[in-house]
């Protein structure tokens, strides 16, 4: 195939359009997991001694910037509560649907500024929602469910068609997330005696209800949890060619065959298994509900007013 029929077959490839309802899920899922975590952050009175800056009581280092907002604006309690109020009035635009991408990207700079203030006490999670919010910004994520679409037609559904490609980005994230950190996890723990899990639940920082000493009855449990984990994680990629195959990327005889075997139900059930174990056990954030929101990018959009399913043609032979 010659590369003037290659670019072609990307181009047809990555300007797909679907209906919006996967996209507006996500959105309205994370939008709501900022606002819940932002509420929490003030509601436990973390605010002034963690984000404010040393020179007004805070333990905020003044030498740290990074966010060129904060460099523009300069650091003090009276910005920081601005911050926090921004996040607040913008993830709940972003649930409701209004602005479109102006009110994610300027959401996702607050966010990035707030993150910007304290000594270091996030996660990687942090990031995976900052990397959503971009999503937000790239796809046409209010054209339905929404005070946008309501505005615009006068009414909260809408069949207008998008764009995929921000779907497809986010898919591509999950995988790349989830055997990065398979690939990653190279320590003692992994490997024989696979006591990872069994250590990380010993972890008094984390554990969510004290010691878990009683674990130690249930220790072949966390040792085959352990070796599922990262098994499940490094061949994630599997998923993902399933998906290349799901989308006719690759043929219909691939794809006919992704319809017949759907591998998302015991990847994804796996997966809701292990982040609600974790979920329950340890104090870990927002990890599990960021993780889990890009889970809805995994299934095909139903367009508004359908009962049926969604599922992309494949690319006509260029």
Known sequence: MSLTRLWAAWVVRWT??????????????????????????????????????????????????????????????????????????????????????????????????????????????????????????????????????????????????????????GLFQLVVVYVVTGFEKRGPGWSAPYDAVYQSLQRWAYVRFGELSWLGDLYPATQFGTVVAWWWEVSFFVLGLWFVAHFGWVGERARTLAHRFDLRWPYLGIGIFLHLSLAVLMNLGTFTAVTLAFYVLCFDPIAAGSNTVKVEPSPRRL
């Open 16 to 169: 797909h359009r679907e209906p919006a309802t996967t996209l507006a899920l996500f959105r309205i899922a994370l939008g709501s997991i900022v606002l819940v975590d932002i509420l929490t952050v003030i509601a436990a009175g973390a605010v002034d001694p963690l984000f404010t800056p040393v020179s007004e009581g805070g333990f905020a280092p003044a030498t740290r910037y990074w966010s060129p907002w904060v460099e523009l604006f300069g650091h003090s309690t009276a910005m920081t509560w601005g911050v926090f109020g921004s996040i607040i009035a913008l993830s709940s635009g972003v649930i409701l649907g209004i602005g479109g991408r102006v009110t994610a990207f300027f959401l996702l700079q607050a966010v990035l500024t707030m993150h910007a203030l304290p000594i270091d006490i996030g996660g990687g999670y942090d990031r995976l929602t900052t990397n959503g919010l971009w999503l937000l910004v790239l796809g046409e994520t209010t054209a339905t469910l929404s005070l946008d679409c309501w505005l615009r037609e006068r009414r909260w559904t809408s069949a207008r068609p998008v764009s995929a490609m921000a779907r497809y980005l």
